[in-house]
């Protein structure tokens, strides 16, 4: 299709494998909803900057000073990407993982939270010292948003809560009706943070638009690097909570007490929950695949992903043992990732054989999202698999699923070599 943008130059394009088969073919990648490979742009843009980083917010001299302002402006930077309210805090994490957890530390005393059991492990699990009503799996997004309403009319109106959606499911690819949820969120005087995992780096996400209170995503699924991710959204709840982290960096002021303890005034800014010293290059390589993205234009990646998504399920119409999961409905508008059983095999030996014969890198497993799955497949949570369990034998019904994904460095051969496979 000459009207779809050629792929974005990623690392490991040239990468190859070797097949059982015989000889060696190069990789595909196919599991970008776990982790994407980063962008030589960003590749680019870390390397030319590594020679001269230096301590962040601690230093006098000149490297240390350059790189404070990368660090900030990287703040800025991913502000302006996910389109935040001025007061809005950047507050730079570990993972999307760690950005809940961190908000889960944040939360009022008291506070109410509502998930769907469709979520991700990420978001269904940080509220451990919260009330946490679990939410069944809607089986579309007018049902989405009736089954939220119903469940926030029933709660203490006057105490604080909290909603935590996913924007695109990481099993199904589904898109959730994340304005309409923040809607019905705020119609009850509850906040609402939204997993962007998996929408971020396939959608433009505007804090605004969708009236959203927080964001969290992962750099490493946002082709950057591991180990940085972003919370960011209202200033207040995370004001006014503990530093996640204590140490130096969130510390203002720090006095001995006369009766021998410590006294410690803690900073407001995002840096309150930031203590100990950053990672200004996932920081920075974070804000540098925000700004290939935004140059490359969504509307370009969402066209170019769209058509992926069409030559697999129009490539596997006519392989009846194929059954791609849904809770929405086939027609649901989705990223790049779409999970599916396959009659008659197990999903592990599948997956195994894609990698083997193929040199084709997809995922199998539960997906960190176990209740998810198990609705998905209706298996039983007795019988369920379990994270390294062996899967069901052949011609036993699948416990597990086979998960393909992909994004804005995937080029057409993988995809036309996966549906091959398949075949
Ligand atoms: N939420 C969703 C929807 C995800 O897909 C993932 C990663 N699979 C996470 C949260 C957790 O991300 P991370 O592992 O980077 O913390």
Redesign the pocket.
């Known amino acids: 299709a000459p009207s779809v943008c050629a792929p974005l130059p990623v690392l490991g394009r040239d990468v190859t494998v070797p097949l059982v088969t015989g000889g060696e073919v190069t990789y595909a990648a196919l599991d970008y909803?776990?982790s994407a490979p980063a962008l030589q742009r960003v590749w680019d843009d870390v390397a030319a900057y590594a020679p001269y980083y230096g301590s962040v917010h601690r230093g006098a001299g000149y490297l240390s000073q350059l790189s404070t302002d990368l660090f900030e402006n990287a703040r800025r930077t991913v502000a302006e990407f996910l389109d935040c309210r001025g007061g809005d805090q950047v507050v730079f994490t570990r993972?999307?993982?760690?950005s809940l957890n961190l908000l889960a530390a944040a939360l009022p005393a008291g506070c109410q939270v509502f998930v769907f059991e469709t979520e991700?492990h990420?978001?269904l699990l940080p509220w451990r010292d919260a009330r946490v009503t679990v939410l069944d799996a809607p089986r579309g997004p007018r049902q989405a948003v009736e089954t939220l309403e119903r469940a926030l009319a029933e709660r203490d109106p006057h105490g604080p809560a909290l909603v935590c959606v996913?924007g695109a499911?990481?099993v199904t690819g589904e898109l959730w009706p994340v304005r309409e949820l923040a809607a019905a969120a705020h119609a009850q005087g509850a906040r609402i943070v939204l997993?962007a995992?998996?929408l971020a780096p396939h959608h433009p996400v505007s804090v605004k638009d969708l009236d959203v209170d927080w964001v969290a995503f992962?750099g490493?699924?946002l082709y950057a690097p591991f180990g940085t991710?972003v919370l960011a959204g209202r200033a207040d709840w995370l004001r006014a909570a503990e530093p996640y982290l204590a140490g130096g960096g969130a510390s203002r002021k720090v006095t001995r007490r006369t009766d021998g303890g410590v006294d410690v005034q803690w900073h407001d800014s995002a840096a309150r929950h930031e203590a100990g010293s950053p990672n200004v290059i996932g920081a920075y390589a974070v804000a540098s695949a925000c700004k290939a993205l935004t140059e490359a234009g969504f509307d370009t990646l969402v066209a170019r992903e769209q058509y992926l998504v069409a030559k697999v399920r129009e490539g596997l119409a006519d392989v009846p043992q194929v059954r791609f999961l849904s809770l929405f409905g086939d027609d649901a508008p989705r990223v790049g990732v779409l999970s599916f059983v396959v009659e008659g095999w197990n999903s592990s030996h599948f997956a195994a054989a894609l990698s083997a014969e193929y040199g084709i890198g997809v995922r199998d497993g539960l997906f960190?999202a176990h209740p998810l799955v198990r609705t998905l497949l209706g298996s039983d949570p007795q019988t369920q698999g379990e994270c390294g369990a062996p899967e069901a034998a052949p011609g036993e019904k699948s416990l597990n699923a086979i998960r393909v994904s992909f994004g804005a460095g995937t080029p057409d051969e993988h995809v036309e070599r996966f549906v091959r496979a398949v075949k």
């Open positions: 909803a776990a993972s999307t993982t760690d991700h990420a978001a996913t499911s990481n997993d995992a998996q992962s490493h699924k991710g960190c």
